[in-house]
């Protein structure tokens, strides 16, 4: 019997126009389609594509067992998170054992900070929980959200020399401080709850005149504020930037 393959499809920020022609046909020839969630919520992903799924196809909505709920410092969290994707990588594993194929929509891209790497790594090491041998992965690159929030703010990210550094919110304040003061651009993603955290770092490192906050980048509800007039919550899908003014000619 023939193996099937798991593909990582990413979505890119969130308009359906923004996914590559290889992502957009692995969608809509899709048997079986996988995509994490919060529980009761339809997911992010899943809303990506919305009317792009074939009639019989079949979901598998992968829901979370903590997002919040529990400190991501405490060892419960990532022991619970481990046994959440060991549990699907053996499912995704016995399906493509039998043949099927399925695609796993990815936000932005597949190994950008995304929870798809976490199956990946498990289906492709030989002895794993997932079987014998490795599953076939393929895997479809996709426009990342921090691409989409710098385009929406219509100026460059970086210039000549500059230093881009990446950074979450979920880090230590002083070590967000430290690393905004020492770059040219910067991109801190998963903000959701660290906004106050995140902006007492921007101010230490003297840099709020410069930060802009993007919410839903790309998608229909899109908004785009300097750091210093934002709200005190703000969605997770947000990120907030700092571009670079470097070397031009």
Not at 37 to 56: F, H, N, S, T
Not at 97 to 104: A, K, L, P, Q
Not at 137 to 143: F, N, T, W
Request: with cysteine; charged share 20%.
């Amino acid at each position: 019997m023939s193996v099937g393959t798991v593909h990582g499809v990413g979505l890119g920020p969130g308009a359906q126009d923004l996914l590559s022609v290889r992502a957009d046909r692995l969608v809509r020839g899709a048997r079986h389609v996988a995509y994490f969630r919060k529980a009761g919520r339809p997911g992010q992903a899943r809303r990506i594509v919305e009317g792009m799924l074939r009639a019989d196809v079949v979901e598998h909505a992968m829901e979370y067992p903590v997002t919040t709920e529990i400190p991501l410092g405490d060892p419960r969290y990532n022991a619970c998170l481990s046994r959440f994707y060991a549990s699907w990588t053996e499912q995704l594993a016995k399906l493509v054992r039998e043949g099927e194929d399925v695609v796993v929509l990815c936000e932005g891209d597949p190994f950008f900070y995304g929870s798809f790497m976490h199956l990946y790594t498990r289906l492709v090491e030989a002895g794993g929980n997932a079987g014998p041998a490795p599953v076939p992965v393929a895997v479809v690159p996709g426009i990342t959200g921090m691409s989409g929030a710098w385009t929406a703010c219509g100026a460059p990210m970086t210039w000549g020399d500059d230093v881009l550094t990446v950074l979450t919110a979920t880090l230590p304040e002083a070590d967000l401080a430290r690393r905004i003061r020492d770059t040219d651009a910067l991109v801190v993603m998963k903000i959701g709850r660290n906004l106050a955290k995140l902006r007492r770092a921007v101010i230490a490192a003297g840099r709020e005149g410069e930060a802009w906050l993007v919410e839903h980048a790309a998608m229909a509800e899109q908004r785009v504020t300097p750091l210093a007039e934002a709200e005190a919550v703000t969605p997770y899908f947000s990120i907030l930037l700092i571009h670079g003014q470097g070397r031009r000619p």
